[in-house]
């Protein structure tokens, strides 16, 4: 059941809007410390918010690490969880310059049409179900992995940990049968 928990979807040539991006896998900029690509932009990239107009927006997007824009583009495409809810890019590069985009766009209320491939992943309800009939499922954070491996240990219990997808990778899930 647990190798059939998530399913992936692969969409070619998918469009969105420059808007439904949420965030980026990379940027010299701390994401972590960020809560959106518009604090990135207002934060980070003044210095290419000076032009607020249609040829700003493009002027951004022309920069050679902004690969997604770019036809016959292999690096740059689109990831998204259904439990993050969150549509990112995954870039190698120009952060930046696309949060500018992004923001100039927002300001002027231009779409900007961006496609490129996606990959999706979704719970499979009917495996979650099996799962939540065999085993107790709870989440653990960094802090409480030694105390209750120890735990487990000295009760002798019979327990299974992975580490959580995206957003919650510094997590661990824990199944303890429910026999």
């Not at 992936?8 to 900029?29: G, L, N």
């Not at 327990?159 to 026999?179: E, I, K, N, S």
Request: net charge negative.
């Amino acid at each position: 059941c647990l190798q059939d928990l998530v399913i992936h979807e692969r969409h070619d040539h998918w469009v969105c809007d420059i808007q439904h991006v949420q965030a980026f896998s990379a940027s010299k900029s701390p994401l972590k410390d960020l809560v959106s690509v518009e604090e990135m932009a207002l934060k980070y990239c003044q210095w290419a918010l000076h032009d607020m107009s249609p040829t700003g927006i493009q002027t951004n997007l022309d920069w050679d690490q902004v690969r997604i824009t770019k036809p016959g583009n292999t690096s740059d495409w689109f990831f998204r969880c259904e439990w993050d809810g969150r549509l990112f890019l995954m870039n190698d590069g120009g952060s930046h310059h696309f949060a500018a985009a992004r923001q100039i766009a927002a300001t002027i209320g231009q779409p900007v049409p961006l496609c490129g491939l996606l990959n999706e992943y979704k719970i499979n309800h009917q495996a979650a179900a099996e799962l939540d009939a065999q085993f107790v499922v709870f989440g653990l954070d960094a802090g409480a992995r030694g105390a209750f491996r120890e735990a487990m240990q000295a009760f002798g219990a019979t327990y299974l940990v992975r580490h959580m997808p995206p957003p919650l990778h510094d997590q661990q899930m824990v199944f303890l049968p429910r026999d």
